[in-house]
Nanobody
Framework: QVQLVESGGGLVQAGGSLRLSCAAS????????MGWFREAPGKEREFVAG????????YYIDSVKGRFAISRDNEKNTVTLQMSSLKSEDTAEYFC???????????????????WGQGTQVTVSS
């Protein structure tokens, strides 16, 4: 079965950095749009960043622009979210997701994604 496995979460002080990775198995990500979402306690899951199949189209929510960077390595079948200048409000469970199709018009919608990872916790202390 398809698996997306996130890693790299942890506890970091405000202003610090973390690098999240998502490794896919039984799925060739080259045929998928990939996204990162997060879910904080008591809040709905929200889109963070998304990238199309070749990395030429990237979207971020406004609150992470200039601080987060999404990238992908189709040969290694991995997606990465580099997070810098972390803030306490970035604290959440972070999820990797895959949407079938190299391009999409609904990259920010969680309902568009077909596969999800189990999540990795990011905690930013102030």
């Amino acid at each position: 079965q398809v698996q997306l496995v996130e890693s790299g979460g942890g506890l970091v002080q405000a202003g610090g950095s973390l690098r999240l990775s998502c490794a896919a198995s039984r799925l060739n990500i080259i045929d998928y749009t990939m996204g990162w979402f997060r879910e904080a306690p008591g809040k709905e899951r929200e889109f963070v960043a998304g990238i199309n199949w070749n990395g030429e189209t990237i979207y971020y929510i406004d609150s992470v622009k200039g601080r987060f960077a999404i990238s992908r390595d189709n040969e290694k079948n991995t997606v990465t979210l580099q997070m810098s200048s972390l803030k306490s409000e970035d604290t959440a469970e972070y999820f990797c997701a895959a949407e079938s199709g190299r391009t999409t018009t609904q990259i920010m919608s969680s309902r568009s994604y077909d596969y999800w990872g189990q999540g990795t916790q990011v905690t930013v202390s102030s």
